[in-house]
């Protein structure tokens, strides 16, 4: 199907194209009315213990803060880690998510090459109202310091030796993201022109042929001919 064939199937279903052109037009109401989401990202840091009683046994690499960051990553998320992403910037909010908590343990390497040698945790959280987004971030950073107590208490750490879950902001910064609204009405108008001109093809493509009409003298020939092709019976015959 050319271009002039679909200009005039978009003729002949008309209807189809003013249904499409008003969802369309719907969906674009949808798109400028979407409400922001508010997002705020800050750190957990695990510091581990220190003073001049006591060394510090984590000052060496081998007994590092690494695996123990794992571990409370793994707790909080209950054995099912948010998605590994090459890039420590990437946000839970770009990934589609609008509302929720990710906790997770910075990848520093790359997608196919991970490297988890951070001492902190990522958190995330998006909500509707700022309100909601300081809510979760206080309620995780005490949830975050919960668990740390309690995998030390089950390993029998004493208290001058334990590690404590440090938020890098009491009150983390929470700021509105809406994306580009230019290219979502650029992509919805596609969308709906790109729909609307397939249901016009699929209609064509479906719509029943119909059969030439015959030429002015065919028919009064066609009849003749009919009728010398009978062989017509004599009297004889019939009284026989």
């Known amino acids: 199907m050319t271009a002039r064939d679909l200009l005039a199937a978009a003729l002949r279903r008309w209807y189809v194209v003013v249904l499409g052109a008003a969802l369309t037009v719907g969906a674009f109401a949808v798109v400028q009315r979407q409400a922001p989401v508010f997002f705020t990202q800050y750190n957990i840091v695990i510091v581990g213990p220190s003073g001049e009683e006591h060394s510090n046994v984590l000052e060496h690499p081998r ?20 998605l590994l992403t090459g890039d420590v910037d990437a946000t839970m909010v770009g990934m589609g998510e609008r509302a929720g908590v990710q906790v997770r343990v910075p990848n520093l390497g790359t997608q196919w090459r991970p490297l988890f040698s951070a001492n902190y945790l990522d958190v995330q959280v998006a909500a509707a109202t700022p309100e909601e987004v300081q809510a979760l971030a206080t309620e995780t950073s005490a949830r975050v310091a919960e668990l740390l107590e ?6 029998g750490v004493p208290t001058n030796l334990r590690a404590l879950a440090v938020p890098s902001s009491e009150d983390p910064i929470v700021y509105p993201m809406a994306g580009s ?12 022109v790109m729909l609307t001109a397939a249901l016009v093809f699929w209609l064509e493509r479906w719509r029943p042929r119909r059969r030439p009409a015959p030429a002015p003298g065919a028919a009064p020939v066609a009849a003749a001919g009919r009728r010398a092709l009978v062989r017509r019976r004599t009297r004889t015959e019939v009284l026989a």
């Open 63 to 82: 007994y590092g803060l690494q695996p123990l960051v794992g571990v409370i990553s793994t707790d909080l998320n209950e054995g099912h880690p948010p």
């Open 150 to 155: 309690q995998r030390q208490d089950e390993l």
């Open 181 to 192: 609204r230019s290219r979502a009405l650029a992509a919805t108008g596609l969308t709906g």
